[in-house]
């Protein structure tokens, strides 16, 4: 088992490293699943995050700014996209080559689904290439601090050519 860990400020581009690193890898025939989160904005304005799957496209919310259900800050996460994202983990953890999970963060952990399917990417035999929120304290990130063989903190510097740090630790 391989864990690359990736963590950084919000918004500094985690997911554009992960976009960039899963698409090297399906050029190199490797199977990639699991899922990305993006922002969602309307008119400039961030109004929530959506799951994507990295298999089929398929969205769904994770958080937005209105509704009911668990809060995070201004955003209210929506446990069904949890659910949603736990199903395109594990289905990823059965078919898929390498495992990406963008993110382990608060609204994320606010399912027990979701932290019961991370426990399940810590057990894998294959590669996962994990994104960790930068300042959560929490046992199962811990476990997939000490498990990475590689962890990089994107920043400004080096935002541009973290996916090839990525890419050759694989």
């Avoid at 800050?73 to 994202?85: K, T, W």
């Amino acid at each position: 088992m391989t864990i690359l860990a990736i963590t950084g400020d919000p918004g500094i581009g985690k997911s554009m490293v992960i976009m960039y690193v899963a698409e090297e890898l399906k050029k190199r025939s490797l199977k990639v699943g699991g899922i990305i989160s993006k922002e969602v904005r309307s008119n400039n304005t961030r109004i929530g995050f959506e799951f994507i799957d990295l298999t089929t496209n398929e969205r769904m919310t994770l958080a937005s700014t209105v509704g009911n259900g668990p809060r995070v800050g201004r955003y209210v996460v929506n446990l069904d996209g949890c659910i949603f994202a736990s199903k395109q983990l594990i289905s990823a953890i059965e078919n898929s080559d390498v495992i990406i999970c963008d993110e382990l963060g608060p609204m994320e952990f606010k399912s027990k689904e979701f932290i019961a399917c991370t426990k399940d990417l810590l057990e894998t035999d294959k590669t996962v290439i994990i994104v960790v929120h930068k300042r959560l304290q929490h046992p199962i990130i811990d476990q997939f601090k000490r498990r990475a063989s590689f962890i990089i903190n994107v920043d400004l510097q080096n935002r541009d050519r973290a996916h090839l740090l990525l890419l050759d630790r694989l």
